[in-house]
């Protein structure tokens, strides 16, 4: 299969996907019980039936199901992900402006979990059974275990309360007037703290992945043959091991990276960073449909679009993939 | 009395006259702050405060959620502001006057007031934000407008009338911020105000302007230099940072990355610990106006639910005292009956309802239960509301009862409150300032419809009930509105249409060196027009 025909095969699939995960997130979140109107009128703490049919109106809530779908449809494939009443924004708007943060945050995180993980995978796979082993396994099962908004707080306990070396919230200091060199300095600073909670629990992933991968490569008669040829276990491990056993992590990489844009709701919430995982959260206990269905949306079309590269990457990691293609 | 009510004879003496109010909980005094209460208002700095959950929008006369008031009632501004006592006090109206058959109320404005645009304020403002603006989309203003207002009119360009069609007691506490905020005609007028521009970049007379939103993160507000009080406000900035964890806000307190928990930030049990800290002030007040009062509603279409034995059983059953001291931290009052102690008219020559079981069991047999499940909604408003509801329910299977807890979202209990889709639910309402603003809703037989939570969801229907409550809100003269209203509640009290649980508090912590913060009826809405830090 030539390139462009694989691209134009995932390209097709993709849209197919889309379409149908569009359609499905609209009709899901109709089924959920709650009325938007509600929500909102319960927050200004009284409403009458003219008020409920104003908003119910704001919303386009009282049109049909099968006019409020079409409408939604439309407006997607002309890139419109529509209006948030409640926010008074149009819902585009509303997640370029996260996105910076969310992306600042996740990406970190992406590349602290992937450096660290892979890293300690590898050392751990050549000292198996020893203590360092050990200790990076068991490190690994905690924080794989320990649940990120509980491991949010503790960190803020230690580093913020008591040692007093990190901000426990917010994305900048706020009121400082920093620009340039010292704001980025400063965001950095807010920074550490949430991308290092979300990135332990995905070292901790790769960690073990990478470990139990190196382990099945070393088996394999071509490193046993690299050993022979009297190369150096460094070597070894740096030409013939890594390479090799590195595709499951970048399998996984590429769904951590899809989800990217969506955020960590989790860290986002505990640490007050400004993306788009509160953007959701928010729009999900305030029934704002519209941007409940953008955020899906966008999230949705990243996690293809990451699948699409990660297929790539894969040609380019072990060209023998293409070969079978 | 409650725990605040106990620290507060701690340090009532000194604290109270020096700040020129009775705080509750711990002073300034007693955290050491001794110099800043002697000092004269000084002028400048910052405070940073916490909103949550973040305002949807800061345009106060089409939004009116909690959060937003907080912040943008710094912004805008109504003719009034209410004390502790709900007497009103001077803001855009400088006096008022009210004919004395309570049918013309007469308002004089200010004369030296500016939008933050630079453009006059005058009496155009305030028709067009009554009589218009806010008349086809305030929840609030718009039934009141509606049923009792006859005209409004400019006498000049500073003076205003309202000529009612008849006497509505409460009518003079409808010129608060959140019901009234008068926003500007020029910017305004002939457009569609829901989509409105101006609505993202607020142009009010307040003491304070919108300088900056980065949202999910805070809001800045900028000293207003024209202001129309002379000298005020004191303070050049206030962050408003958005913090959406509690556990968060707590360590964000702590480690001085914030000065001002607003109520209901933070959890119960953390107030306490909170109040020890050094330069730290707590009160109570502020929340006269809402005066938040909770109960459980009783779906009176339930064939048990009708009968007063079994509401009677049930309100024997729960032991309120527990409630507020262990689930509210002692952050609340018992509640003796449809009117909270806080809120005008209130009677508390009431019949009282203790916890006793043993009465309990008998009503529930004299009611003819027999083990049927019965529903509890919960209410999703946090973990204290959680674990009470999980007490409650402790209570009535210790009676007897058969509770099946029903836990979900905000949305999904709205919708089961409106489409009657309960038998017990744990609610809290509030009173505005008036039984007939926020507590004849509840009551009434004009108030059953099916689609929405905030009317008479229990579907109790009374018409000696109807006739005093719709008495009381015509009557001229406070004597005679006191009389009809001890009554209605002496039979709401006897009756038991919902079973009533706590006044609660939510208390606000501050840096004990900022100064005249929580100074009216609407605490943390209108806080900083005089505030200023030591």
Redesign the interface.
Known sequence: MTFALFLLRKALGAAVILIAIAALNFFLLRLAPGDPAQVMAGEAGAGDAVFLQQLRERFGLDRSLAEQFWLYIKGMLSLDLGFSYRQQRPVLDLILERLPATLLLTGTALIISLAAGVTLGVVAARRVGRASDSAIMTGSLVFYAMPLFWLAIIAQIVFSKYLGWLPNVGYESMGAGYTGARRTLDIGWHLIMPATTLGLFFTAVYARMMRSSMIEVSRFDYVKTAYAKGLTPGAVVRHHMVPNAILPVVTLAGLQAGQLVGGSLLVETVFAWPGIGRLLFDALLQRDYQVLLGVFFTCSAMVILFNILTDLMYRFVDPRIEAVS | MTGFNKRELLKAGVAGLAAGELFFGLSPLANGSITALAQSPKRGG?V?AVVH??P??L?LG?????PTQMVAGSIYESLLKYGHDLKPIPSLAERWEISEDGKAYTFHLKRNVKWHDGKPFTADDVVFSTDVFLRE?H??W??VATTHVERIEKLDDFTVRYQLKNPFGPFILMFEL?TTPIVPRHLYAGTDY??NPN??TPIGTGPFKLAEW?????I?LTRNPDYHVQGLPNLD?I?W?????A??RV??Y??G?VDILTGGTVENFDVAKLAKMKNTAVTGKGWEMIAPLSWLWFNHRQGLMAKKSFRQAVMYGMDRDFAKDVIWNGLARLASGPVSSKTRFYSDKVAAYGFDPAKAKALLKESGYKGEPIRLLALPYGEAWTRWAEAVKQNLTDIGMNIQLVT?????Y???L?DWDFDLAFTW??Q?GDPALGVARTYVSSNI?K????NNVAGYSNPEVDRLFAEAAAANGEAARQELYTKVQQILVEDLPVAWMLELEFPTIYRSNFNNLIKTATGMNDAFQDAWKA
């Open positions: 910052a940073r959950p973040e949807s929008s345009m089409l939004v009116q959620n909690t989309l929840p609030r718009r039934p959140s829901k989509t609505n993202n980065t949202r999910g993160s805070h800045k900035e962050y940072q958005i913090i959406p964890d556990a968060a360590v964000a702590e480690t990355a979900t979202d905000v949305a999904g709205g919708q089961r409106s309402l509030s505005f419809a689609g929405s939570p905030w």
